[in-house]
């Protein structure tokens, strides 16, 4: 029962929700010496949207300011949920990559930098697909990059809630505020209503979707840390006191066993209907992983198999998320990247870790991130539990592997979709994918992007015709510059001899490349595509180091 | 969407420039930046069609509020009301 006195504080608070980002950032940081970095008057707009008819921001959704918090220097990020849903492009990606990159630079030479995340976002900005999803990636990197290094704190306080890949991104943070209105889910509830129907949910049951995503939800199950009310003041000290917390020894999206007994405490009920699953399963990544395999291939879960391969002098480890119909997780049949396959992914790669540990670091194994998968999962039992943060713990595993000098390479050989792809593989510090018409990288599925953009089908055939980051072509998405090679093979469904020969000697060339190459993902701005498409995250970077100070 | 440009006689340059506004449902986001002789206005709006309201809209604001300056304003369907909001909070941030 709420008693009088909550009614009278409810009264008297300052609502932090009914703020802008630009004034939510102001409240949070110490009065005095804050001052925004990439502003409005910088004029760094998306290049993608005015092309399609959408009228941009000046600073594209994302307010970036530097100060204090309770004395200590700290960088407040802050997304805007009133700009297309606060969605997140190539420009406002970039910012919130940079800002935290910065950071960590300065954490690294003595001044301690706090990073504060003010996360209302329903993920990738969908007019911008292909460099929205690598902007999440990057975005994910840096935070993990600033994360051992000083605190990096979500705050989810609504009305929009945090949902799309940057909900694997406040699975990774130090620490996560909500609110009561805030939300937090892998997948939006109108997405997984258009992707699996609405017996799988129903977007207009508000009661359910918050008893699921909702900030109370969450912060009971473990996935957040605080819950506070509506208000400035008491935010703000909450900002304040897990900013003085410091970084923990472990963080949430390293716990992989605590993850796995919550998930493994509930049985998922078996599915009504088999049939309604729909579409052929993906059947490349196993052929591929058996083709390129020295032996045998084993799996500690039936959905994620791993064998070795021998690439030139290195014994390289394999990972590839396959289809198991018989997976208790219905929506995870068909090669989904769902609870079980982000746990067991995370498992994997921290114990390849773990094992290499005592080698210097240019020996370490290589890890091949073999991609063939429809998505993630869409599905009630995924968000009650917390797909985000399976998927957090397998962007940290990759993420750390890749800092710890193992070679990460991804192979796409079919389907890579959305947080599918940023959980197995878009950690990569290097990017291969065959040029087949089979192969298809995007953001979304089509069908609900359309939905999602207010679009039609063919309206956004024909937009991706002339917009390349919307495009569905592989051909298109390497020019965006985050390919490393594309390869030719004779049958991308069942690989012959040569074509097994040809991945080979292409892998051990990515090995070698990656062995050179910087640990973090800042090659995928300078690579020779991203000198010609990605001249807005180029300038963002520029024009953000040179005001940090 | 529709771009429209538009100026108006103006003499009083603002001390300094404002950024008020979102470009959110209904809203809209005004960039005033101090200019000479006139005010110049560029409009980006997701609305197409409403080039005689907006001139309608501005020529009564400016003829009230003689603000030289140049102003950036990008619209998602703000109502002429919110237009006149914006507009009047920018030149009041834009004060000494």
Known sequence: MTSTTDWAAR??????????????????????????????????????????????????????????????????????QAFQGGGIGEVSGVKIATALSLAARDSRAGTTTAAVLLLETGGVRLQEANLGLATVAEVCSALLELRALAPVVGVIAGALGCFGGMSIAAGLCTKLIMTEEGRLGLDGPAVIESEAGVAEFDASDHPLIWSITGGRKRTRTGLAD??????????????????????????????????????????????????????????RGRAWTQALADGGVNGGVPSVISADVTLGEDLARILTVVPDPHSPYHRARRGEVGLREGLALASEVTGTVAEDAHLPDERRRPIIALVDLPSQAYGRVEETFGIHQALAAAVDAYATARAAGHPVIVLIVGTALSG??????????????????????????????????????????????????????????????????????????????RDVGRAKDALTAAVARARRGPRDLSNRLDSPGARRTRTASRRVREALTAQWG | MQTLTYEFPADRPPARRAHVGVVGSGDLEVLMTPANGAAHVRVRTSVDGFDTVWRTVLERFFARHPVAASFELNDFGATPGVVTLRLRQAIEEGRA
């Open chain 1, 420 to 497: 599918g792809l940023l959980a197995h593989g878009f950690q990569a510090n290097q990017v291969l994918a065959l040029d087949d018409p089979g192969v298809l990288i995007h953001a979304m599925h089509k069908e609900a992007a359309a939905k999602v953009t207010l679009r039609t089908v063919a309206e956004l055939d024909e937009l991706a015709g002339r917009i390349l980051p919307l495009s569905y072509d592989v051909t298109d998405w390497a020019r965006l510059g985050l390919c490393d090679e594309l390869l030719t093979v004779e049958n991308a469904d069942v690989p012959t001899e």
């Open chain 1, 226 to 283: 605080e819950l506070v009310a509506d208000d400035v003041a008491t935010l703000r000290s909450a900002v304040i006191g897990a900013v003085a917390q410091g970084v923990p020894a472990e963080h949430r999206s390293q716990r992989i066993g605590e993850l796995r007994a919550h998930i493994e405490a509930a049985r998922p009920s078996e599915p009504p209907d088999l049939a309604a699953a729909g579409g052929p399963p993906m059947t």
């Open chain 1, 11 to 80: 009264l008297e608070r300052t609502s932090f929700i009914e703020l802008d980002a630009r004034a939510r950032a102001a409240a949070l940081l110490d009065d005095g010496a804050a001052y925004e970095l990439c502003g409005p008057f910088d004029r760094i707009e998306s290049p993608w949207l005015e092309p399609q008819g959408v009228v941009p921001q000046s600073d594209d959704g994302v307010v970036v300011v530097k100060g204090r918090l309770g004395g200590r220097p700290a960088v407040v990020i802050a997304i805007e």
